[in-house]
T-cell receptor, first 115, second 116 residues
């Protein structure tokens, strides 16, 4: 089975621009979560989607948004980029996300650099 | 208060020796899951091992085992017979049953360096 894929792998943007990152979950997985990883703040939860619905959102400004499509693929968007948005963005998938026992499997991440 | 604490920012271990990476957690939920992930320099988070709050036996997966002490709220990862390829960041994470959605809370990580 193919793993979680994320595109693009690397991205350079300038302040004020917007960016869209894509995540394709493992086949059959319907829960997709997004995390931001920075040296200063560590790994932080952004949001999670299941059946095209956002079930939970972390403590991030409204510039961070996401969506999920009927095939479970997900995108996240960051508008009006700031220097502090430079980070590794990780996507993870699991079967349903209903049970705390479920393992989340991560993609390779997208490294975003904002200049 | 931190939900997941990893007190060792960096550790060295000699190749072929065993190493223990510490993780303590804080939760008021009775039901929760604890996960360990490995992150090489490439960035991908690789799942290693899982321990549920009701599991009476310590989890094991190959060279990885989890020393779970529920009363002390600790879930330490033990890597036996370290290999050079084990050099990476290691993260402890928790999923609480009362979390809406599928949210993992991560510790700050431990950087493990294996010496030849």
């Amino acid at each position: 089975k193919a793993g979680v894929t994320q595109t693009p792998r690397y991205l350079i943007k300038t302040r004020g621009q917007q960016v869209t990152l894509s995540c394709s979950p493992i086949s059959g997985h319907r829960s997709v979560s997004w995390y931001q990883q920075t040296p200063g703040q560590g790994l932080q939860f952004l949001f999670e989607y299941f059946s095209e619905t956002q079930r939970n959102k972390g403590n991030f400004p409204g510039r961070f948004s996401g969506r999920q499509f009927s095939n479970s693929r997900s995108e996240m968007n960051v508008s009006t980029l700031e220097l502090g948005d430079s980070a590794l963005y990780l996507c993870a998938s699991s079967t349903t996300g209903h049970r705390y026992q479920e393992t989340q499997y991560f993609g390779p991440g997208t490294r975003l650099l904002v200049l | 208060a931190q939900k997941i604490t990893q007190t060792q920012p960096g550790m060295f271990v000699q190749e072929k020796e065993a190493v223990t990476l510490d993780c303590t957690y804080d939760t008021s939920d009775q039901s929760y899951g604890l996960f360990w992930y490995k992150q090489p320099s490439s960035g991908e988070m690789i799942f290693l091992i899982y321990q549920g709050s009701y599991d009476e036996q310590n989890a094991t997966e190959g060279r990885y085992s989890l020393n779970f002490q529920k009363a002390r709220k600790s879930a330490n990862l033990v890597i036996s017979a370290s290999q050079l390829g084990d050099s990476a960041m290691y993260f402890c994470a928790m999923r609480e049953v009362n979390n809406a959605g599928n949210m993992l809370t991560f510790g700050g990580g431990t950087r493990l360096m294996v010496k030849p």
